[in-house]
């Protein structure tokens, strides 16, 4: 996994406030959000040696801007793509986004399975519905959110009970939900996360800083 839009940026690449990690896997390359620039997306990506044309499917967390701006930029450069939304997104959106694609609008209502060892959550939360993926790895499951705008408990119910939990990438917006995160090997959080120096001091030696040009690699 590659983080190509956050808040923050290494050397080099550029910053915005918004949400993006690129997933190569096997099987398929995933755009999970668009950041809210999408001209900020494709230059960070083009220097860290990403393709767009290779991506396969985009996946969107929920609908704020932060992580869906960058859609309409990044599809005039690749609309063969399949593009994977919560169900509640509204029909409006939905069609115009399938008007600039030759692939598929999928929507999603509950836990499923996108490809090998990648699962979306469903869209979780009442008031704002939202989607983040669950990665299956020889380590355990780490979750990949935009916001955690659900809150960090219920993401994780979408875990199974007997599931080795291993990490958390993404956003945590304001949850205070600390100790959901006993259960993880390692935090990286970015973005929105408003508790993000309580986190490094309740969890030190666990906590990593996310910023566009972060990588994590799971092993298959």
């Not at 950041?35 to 044309?53: A, H, Q």
């Not at 990044?74 to 600039?100: G, M, T, W, Y």
């Not at 999603?108 to 704002?128: A, Q």
């Not at 959110?145 to 994780?156: R, V, W």
Request: net charge negative; hydrophobic share 35%.
């Amino acid at each position: 996994m590659t983080v190509v839009y956050d808040n923050e940026a290494s050397s080099g690449l550029r910053d915005g406030w918004g949400f993006a990690c690129y997933i190569e896997s096997e099987d398929m390359n995933i755009l999970f959000d668009t950041g809210w620039d999408g001209e900020i997306l494709l230059g960070n990506m083009f220097s860290l040696d990403i393709n767009p044309n290779e991506v396969d499917t985009i996946i969107i967390s929920h609908h704020h801007w932060d992580h869906i701006g960058g859609l309409p930029t990044f599809l005039s450069k690749n609309p063969d793509v399949d593009v994977i939304v919560p169900h509640s997104f509204s029909c409006a959106l939905k069609k115009e986004i399938q008007a600039r694609i030759s692939g598929k609008v999928i929507e999603i209502r509950s836990k499923r399975k996108i490809t090998t060892n990648i699962y979306t959550t469903g869209e979780l939360g009442v008031d704002l519905k939202e989607q983040s993926l669950i990665l299956k790895s020889k380590q355990g499951s780490t979750i990949l959110s935009g916001c955690s705008h659900p809150t960090l408990k219920i993401t994780m119910t979408s875990l199974d009970d007997n599931e080795n939990i291993f990490g958390f990438i993404g956003g945590l917006h304001d949850s205070e939900e600390f100790d959901c995160m006993d259960k993880f090997t390692f935090i990286a959080a970015g973005h929105c996360t408003k508790h993000k120096d309580v986190i490094k001091n309740i969890y030190p030696g666990i906590f990593e800083n996310i910023f566009a040009g972060y990588v994590k690699i799971l092993k298959q």
